[in-house]
């Protein structure tokens, strides 16, 4: 049977979680004197209640978990904190639609950066920091957030974990996932930190720099000035942002060798990575060589602004420092296919994945192989890991799913007359967890406001899945997730 009492105790703590960050907004909006300071006052007051009620319905609850509880927790979480974090933008009026409000929230808190606010600027700065921090407290995903802490997650942490955890191939830096939790944690407040530092003296204020910090080393992307970092018009913002996208999309864990064991090599001998980085080269390139040829770019233009969207939608970041909308169409299709592949497993990335992409190259490479020499045994190794023929099956299961998925809401959104273009590319971001679209209605500067209610609610459930990996939310909708047995 289904444990609900710790289900909902582990929620009702995660609400009184989200209830303390929306206190660090309030006591932001009290500073700045601005007219949001009451809406997250109340919010807060909600939200600490319903946690606190949730609490008292869990408190006798035992301190494990099954499987089935674990994929609960985290569907459920994601849910209603994006369903409490909407209240500051609708009771401050900022958001008046609860269909816009969540669509945004949850935007945030998956890092899709998908935004429905014409002006970001007209926000008030707590609003704007609550916007930040919801996508900076999503990159490692909200149930993860917690494990460190939580001690209700003893017995069950390594099961929400695998839910939560993104990519085929989910590796821990220490026995204890708790203190694998820490090493995590540590590494990406250190990165928050050293990338918000070099935007303060690069110019940025202290307000801006620790907004766009967050949302670039959460691959988020949500800004707090509508032409996203292409309104300081600096190239050493612009090579920042790059590097610190490109270490947020590289495997924590090859991070934690790399900084701490001082294993600089493993970068090299990882067949992902290797993956990862070359597809950000020949990618550029190929941008670089059509910027030139056809839009007349000078050469350290078309490098900037060609590797910069590369590495944006490869980590599916989604900030940006120019309008690719405006550039050749051909363009679209190479940026399309970084949305697509996403950065390494185990960042807070989205995408397909690198990894996936390297065992999927495997599998294909060995069957060409095999029809050349049937009784051959030809194994799938992956950075010297041999991968078992479950997990081979589970990545073609996870492929079908993305791409019938996709296909699905893009017919849809076919249906409620979105263009084409605007339809695929949007369908691909949200699963993806990108933000940024490509067309001619909704372009990579534009805002989503003009897509139906319907489709913001599809679509909504469509970042969630993307960044929970897609069957960890649709084994819910089966009719055997919910049997006694």
Known sequence: MINWKIIWKIIGQLLCMEAAL??????????YQEDDFLAFVISILITVFAGVTLEYIGHHSTNSMSRRDSFLVVTFAWLIFSLFGSLPFLLSGYLTNPTDAYFETISGFTTTGASLIDDVESLPHALLFWRSMTQWVGGLGIVFFTIAIIPSLTGGSIKVFTVEATGPMRTKMHPRLRTTGHWIWGIYFLLTFV????FYLEGMSVFDCVNYAMTVTATGGFATHNASTGFFHSTAIDYTAILFMFLC???????????FKRRVKEFFHNSEFRLYFGVIVVCTILIMFILMRCCHYRIEDALRSGLFQVVSFLTTTGVFNDDAGKWPHITWAILTVCMFIGGCSGSTSGGFKCARMVILWTVLRNEIRRILHPNAVL????NGMTVSYDHQLSLFAFFAAYVLLCLFVYFVMLIFGVDSTNAITIAFSCA????????????????WSILPDVVKWLLSLLMLMGR??????????????????
């Open 195 to 198: 990338c918000s530092l070099c």
């Open 379 to 382: 194994p799938v190794r992956v």
């Open 432 to 447: 993806s967890n990108v933000g940024p679209t490509l067309g001619l209605e909704i372009g990579p500067t534009m805002s």
């Open 468 to 485: 929970l990996e897609i069957l960890s939310v649709l084994v819910l909708f089966t009719r055997s997730f919910w049997r006694d047995k």
């Open 22 to 31: 929306m206190a660090v907004c309030a006591l932001m909006s009290h500073g």
């Open 249 to 259: 999309g590289t495997s924590f864990t090859l991070l934690y060798i790399a900084l």
